[in-house]
């Protein structure tokens, strides 16, 4: 039975469809999984009996005549997601206990194609961190090396997918926090365009960056999952009216017409030499594959931390002030007024990097503050956007690193904000200008940790995006590498 | 420029946090490093630039005022602080 774990979506659907597994077999089988492996901390709630209950109705649209790729495929959702059937905290304590009356849009739609729910995946609190270190409930472990992060914020998907958990697990990257996991645990990580994918129901931290994806197995098994999780959502109203697509059908494209820019300023000082290593010689595979390879240049990309630092914090503290233990969930327990009451709820309710990010937001949007941080930060995050429109006038793909070493180790960077916040600075540029970018694994690095190779596409190309990694991974197997005991 | 501990008050304050003197010095050493980072952007000359608010600079989409969904009593009451006689019961927000 272990040969089901590791199987991709295709197979999956292939074997239901086939009758030669049920979705209950396969949720039973993946639920004994996520028990066995509860040492990883990647699952923050898990039902059986509310899975076993979805994917019975699964098993039931099947024998009643209906197929469908996804059809009884299980699935995990980061917590940030809101689910009716299982509780939703955003890994914070100022949520604990909280349960939505609504499931999210993506959650939604999932459940619509038939997809069975594992679960709520860990991550860090309110989707900030690049380590999960910053969960309420205890960080999650790499699979691939214990003693390493597995990244964050989607921490616990990644150790999901690359534990072979789940098949598939939602996702969200609002400077990194898709592909910073993706890389960390040697996983296919794809976030869409910004307003592909419906806001609605995902826990907001900075609702112009906050954008919905996977990780997986491989870059097909998302482009399957896109099928039936991206699209417009009238709740959403930042969403993108753009008619539905075929995600699957660049898979096969031909890498001769493909011009693959890389930016000179991914390559500079600070990148580790055994990740540059493995980034080139994915390229020059790339280049076997039959695609050109040019010079571009994002000569100001290096300022989005900084860019992303002040718009994603604003954002947040703007956001982040309805948890003011009013009307649901955490409230300190003595409090002598109402001010009083929101103050010690919300310095007991959240965590250290939350409380960070909301003071560092509350003071660029203050009085006499405004112009010179959120507006030239704004002003900033165009002349960054700006420069991937005209490297994309001479490429069509633009590839470089996810980060610029492999994990890090629990503590490593705990203590120092800005150097935890350098471990976005590949992933925060494409994350300003809204457009699709994906991490898929390209080699490994000291300790047996994976590294792995970013690619970025421009609004709305995320079908080519997704062909292009395929077309790697048809040619080589990093994404296929399961770590040892999975 | 650099956040003094003051500083440091006033800004929980605003934001509805409580900070301890020994929490606010040490916020004030992490928020000074933060800001030493961010204002690398005041290099960047952006006279004459748009600030750019939304990647797909949308423009702001309207629906019809209609009605799409009924409440869902139970579900919503079920995450009430306290309940009284089916009232969802909060702490006194207007005096």
Not at chain 1, 7 to 15: H, K
Request: hydrophobic letters at 40%; aromatic letters at 8%; proline letters at 5%.
């Amino acid at each position: 039975m272990s040969e089901l774990a590791h199987a991709t979506l295709s197979e999956l659907g292939a074997l239901l469809g086939r009758g030669s597994v049920s979705a209950v077999e396969l949720a039973t089988h993946f639920l004994e999984r996520i028990e066995r492996h509860r040492g990883l901390n990647a699952f923050l709630d898990v039902r059986a009996e509310r899975t076993l209950a979805q994917a019975r109705a699964a098993d039931a649209r099947r024998a009643a005549g209906e197929s469908g790729a996804l059809l009884g495929v299980p699935v995990a959702h980061k917590d940030v997601f809101v689910t009716r059937d299982w509780p939703t905290t955003a890994a914070s304590r100022i949520l604990e206990g909280y349960t939505s009356p609504f499931d999210a849009t993506v959650v939604e739609a999932l459940a619509r194609a038939g997809m069975v729910c594992l679960g709520k995946l860990n991550c860090d609190e309110f989707a900030m961190g690049s380590s999960n270190e910053n969960s309420a409930y205890g960080n999650v472990h790499n699979p691939w090396d214990r003693a390493a992060v597995p990244g964050g914020s989607s921490g616990g998907s990644a150790a999901a997918v690359a534990a072979r958990l789940t098949p598939v697990a939602t996702a969200t990257d609002t400077g990194g926090s898709i592909r910073e996991p993706a890389s960390f645990c040697g996983v296919t990580g794809a976030k869409p365009t910004y307003g592909r994918p419906s806001r609605w129901g995902m826990i907001a931290f900075a609702s112009s960056l906050d954008t919905a994806g996977l990780l997986g197995h491989s870059a097909q098994d998302c482009a399957l999952v896109f099928n039936a999780m991206l699209g417009f959502d009238p709740k959403d109203s930042t969403s993108v009216e753009r008619p539905a697509e075929d995600y699957t059908r660049h898979l096969q494209i031909d890498l001769r017409e493909l011009r693959i820019g890389v930016p000179t300023e991914f390559f500079a000082a600070g990148l580790e030499p055994e990740v540059e290593a493995a980034v080139r010689s994915a390229l020059r595979q790339y280049e076997a594959l039959g695609a050109r390879i040019v010079d571009v240049s994002l000569p100001n990309a290096a300022l989005g931390i900084a860019v992303y630092y002040v718009v994603a914090s604003a954002e947040a503290s703007s956001n982040l002030s309805r948890y003011d233990g009013v009307r649901y969930g955490f409230r300190a327990k003595q409090y002598e007024d109402l001010r009083d009451m929101m103050c010690k709820t919300r310095a007991q309710g959240f965590g250290a990097e939350v409380k960070r990010r909301v003071l560092v937001g509350t003071y660029v949007l203050s009085h006499g503050y405004y112009d010179a941080y959120y507006l030239q930060a704004s002003r900033v995050r165009r002349v960054i956007a700006d420069e991937f429109q005209r490297a994309f006038g001479q490429c069509d793909i633009i590839a470089g690193p996810v980060t610029s070493g492999v994990a890090f180790g629990f503590g490593e960077k705990s203590a120092d904000p800005v150097a935890m916040y350098l471990a976005d600075l590949y992933t925060v540029p494409s994350s300003l200008a809204g457009i699709p970018a994906m991490s898929i694994p390209c080699g490994f690095g000291r300790h047996g940790r994976p590294i792995g190779l970013q690619l970025m596409a421009n609004h709305y190309d995320e079908a080519r995006l997704l062909g292009v990694a395929h077309r790697y991974q048809m040619a080589t197997d990093w994404h296929a590498r399961v770590p040892r005991g999975y | 420029m650099s956040l003094k501990l003051a500083d440091v008050h006033r800004i929980a304050h605003l934001a509805r946090i409580e900070i301890t003197d020994a929490q606010a010095q040490e916020a004030a050493k992490q928020l000074n490093d933060i800001l030493a980072m961010i204002e690398q952007i005041g290099r960047v000359d952006t006279a004459g630039i748009a600030p750019m608010s939304h990647p797909l600079d949308g423009t702001q989409r309207l629906r019809p005022d209609a009605v799409t969904e009924l409440p869902d009593r139970e579900r919503n009451m079920a995450n009430a602080p306290a309940q009284r006689d089916g009232l969802f019961l909060v702490p006194r927000v207007v005096e």
